[in-house]
């Protein structure tokens, strides 16, 4: 069961919004009621866009340097998840090895660190560092849960949302998403996101047939993704 939050908000019988800590969300929910996690959570290194305003909501991401959120959330995403079960798990490679660590001292194993290149490269360090193509999703087991339909290569190719496009900052492709959903969930399933962003996971849930719980403590975000999905804003 799920305990009604102040600020929460059924869309549709498939969708349900959750504005909130999610901490204290997941903390409400039984044990074992989830299919399938699929989230982006803060990457541990303080990101702002240097694109400022291009994105229609850039601004400092909340818990961006919160090390005891990443572990206290990883550790609920594992008692939520049902056995034999999978999280996709995005994550900064500068910052993979907390992430690693912090999944597998919750009881996840590792499967694969997905390799996703994008259609550009970040700045940085103009000098002194090669630009990052890529950004790491790690894909984690509760137990053993097979792979729908055919075997994958561990490097994904998706072009990321264009800046003119973003709701987010750090919003991924839909497309990506449904990949991730769609060859470790089934039709039906209940699929978690407790750092919804723009609510991208949402949207490839509705894409996918599948149900969607999404979490998110920042109010402007969360207000956001009401209106893309009350909007058809896909």
Avoid at 132 to 152: A, T
Avoid at 205 to 223: A, N, P
Wanted: with cysteine; proline share 3%.
């Amino acid at each position: 069961m799920i305990k009604e939050f102040e600020g929460s908000k059924k869309i549709i019988d498939d969708i349900k919004l959750i504005y909130g800590n999610c901490l204290e969300v997941m903390q409400g929910m039984s044990d074992k009621s989830v299919d399938l996690i699929v989230t982006d959570p803060p990457y541990l290194i303080n990101y702002k866009s240097a694109m400022g305003l291009n994105c229609r909501n850039s601004k400092p991401i909340l818990g961006d340097n919160d090390y005891s959120l990443i572990k206290s959330s990883i550790k609920e995403m594992y008692r939520l998840l049902k056995d034999n079960s999978a999280a996709y798990v995005f994550c900064s490679p500068k910052k993979i090895d907390y992430f690693i660590r912090y999944c597998r001292d919750a009881g996840f194993i590792i499967k694969n660190s997905i390799i996703w290149v994008k259609n550009n490269w970040s700045a940085g360090d103009l000098k002194a560092a090669y630009g990052g193509q890529y950004e790491v999703i790690l894909l984690l087991n509760k137990g053993r849960r097979y792979i729908n339909g055919n075997r994958l290569p561990d490097v994904w190719f998706f072009d990321r949302v264009a800046f003119q496009n973003q709701y987010h900052q750090n919003e991924k492709p839909v497309r990506l998403l449904e990949q991730c959903i769609v060859k470790h969930s089934d039709r039906g399933n209940i699929i978690l996101d407790p750092f919804m962003g723009s609510g991208s996971t949402g949207i490839a849930c509705l894409y996918t047939g599948r149900k969607f719980i999404g979490i998110e403590k920042d109010v402007d975000y969360f207000e956001i993704v009401r209106e893309r999905i009350e909007n058809g804003q896909f």
